[in-house]
Nanobody
């Protein structure tokens, strides 16, 4: 079973930076689009940023100009560089990816376990 393993969350002051990483737990055939979502207490999970296999990116308006998503296809890893963090960025951040585990396997959606990001004012 493939897992997406996240790292890099933590506590930071407003204006600071964090870098999240998410990697597949074992060798796989291919990964399609990858993305980061977040869920704050009492709110619905929302898309933060996504990136296609070719590198095209999409961002939520609230993070444009502050967050940068990138990926390393050779390492099956996606990153989220978060700068100029604000208290309203506080949430659990989840990695998401469409993964084909083997050449004849279907493309399935996988989620990471979530990593807490807390921004203090």
């Amino acid at each position: 079973q493939v897992q997406l393993v996240e790292s890099g969350g933590g506590l930071v002051q407003a204006g600071g930076s964090l870098r999240l990483s998410c990697a597949a737990s074992r060798s796989i055939f291919s990964i399609n689009a990858m993305g980061w979502y977040r869920q704050a207490p009492g709110k619905q999970r929302e898309l933060v940023a996504s990136i296609t296999r070719g590198g095209s990116t999409n961002y939520a308006d609230s993070v444009k100009g502050r967050f940068t998503i990138s990926r390393d296809n050779a390492k099956n890893t996606v990153y989220l560089q978060m700068n100029s963090l604000k208290p309203e960025d506080t949430a659990v951040y989840y990695c998401n990816a469409g993964i084909r585990t083997a050449i004849l396997a279907p493309m399935n959606e996988y989620w990471g376990q979530g990593t807490q990001v807390t921004v203090s004012s």
